[in-house]
């Protein structure tokens, strides 16, 4: 079966530090693979979305990058917080052709003070 | 633009019948999925539609009219267990789903 793993599970940082989170998919193969932000009581924000290894689209212009250097590994990076960059960040991963049905990695918790 | 309107709220007893409702704006609209997600949880997947009419799944129903740009989910039988957030989500075809901001459902004893 399938599993999504992400950690660190909660994160405080302070502002201007650098951050990287990491994503891997175990199971699947060739998965398309999502990082999502949550701010708190809101919907989900598409940040990025890979299709393959190295191929990686940016939906929201700001000061977060995402790598793909493994096919079943995602990373989501900055390097340098804002507070505004605080949230709930999550990974998921759909069979190519599928997006609709995505599943979700439990999700890192970040506050940026 | 893209969005998807839902109720921000939703409040039912237990036992009773709650339907979500979900009206979307997308270009390049394929279908609609529902997502629950427990405070503090990840979303799961619980539906999608691509073509109009009732899908069942259990408890949960989920409907879709293209012609009104309108779907909603059912849930019967309400238990405890269900109050959580809901969301629709459009799938454009690509590789991208847009998600609605997400109706909070409390059910109460």
Redesign the interface.
Same mark, same amino acid.
């Given at each position: 079966s399938q599993t999504i793993h992400q950690w660190p599970a909660t994160l405080v940082q302070p502002v201007g530090s650098p951050l990287s989170l990491e994503c891997t998919v175990e199971g699947t193969s060739n998965p398309?693979l999502y990082w999502y932000r949550q701010a708190a009581?809101?919907? &989900?924000? &598409?940040l990025f979305?890979s299709?393959g290894i190295g191929q990686i689209?940016s =939906?929201v212009p700001q000061n977060l990058s995402a790598s793909r250097p493994q096919d079943r590994q995602f990373i989501l990076s900055s390097k340098k917080l804002l507070l505004s960059d605080s949230g709930f960040y &999550?990974c998921a991963w759909s069979v190519p052709g599928r997006?609709? =049905?995505?599943?979700? +990695?439990? +999700?890192t918790r970040l506050t940026v003070l | 633009g893209q969005s998807l309107e839902q109720p921000s709220e939703v409040t039912a007893v237990e036992g009773a019948i709650v339907q979500i409702n979900c009206t979307y704006q997308t270009s390049g609209f /394929? *279908?609609l999925?529902w997502y629950q997600q427990h405070d503090g949880? !990840?979303? %799961?997947?619980l539906s /999608?539609n691509?073509l109009d009419g009732l899908e069942e799944t259990g408890r949960f129903s989920s409907f879709l009219s293209r012609s009104d740009s309108y779907g909603y989910l059912l849930l019967q039988e309400l238990q405890m267990k269900d109050s959580a957030s809901y969301?629709c !989500?459009s799938?454009t075809g *690509?590789?991208? %789903?847009?998600? *609605? !901001? *997400?109706t909070?459902l409390f059910v109460k004893a």
């Open positions: 398309n009581g809101r919907g &989900l924000q &598409l979305y299709v689209s =939906e &999550l997006a609709h =049905e995505q599943f979700f +990695g439990p +999700g | /394929y *279908g999925s949880g !990840a979303p %799961t997947f /999608y691509a969301f !989500a799938d *690509g590789f991208k %789903t847009i998600f *609605g !901001a *997400g909070r």
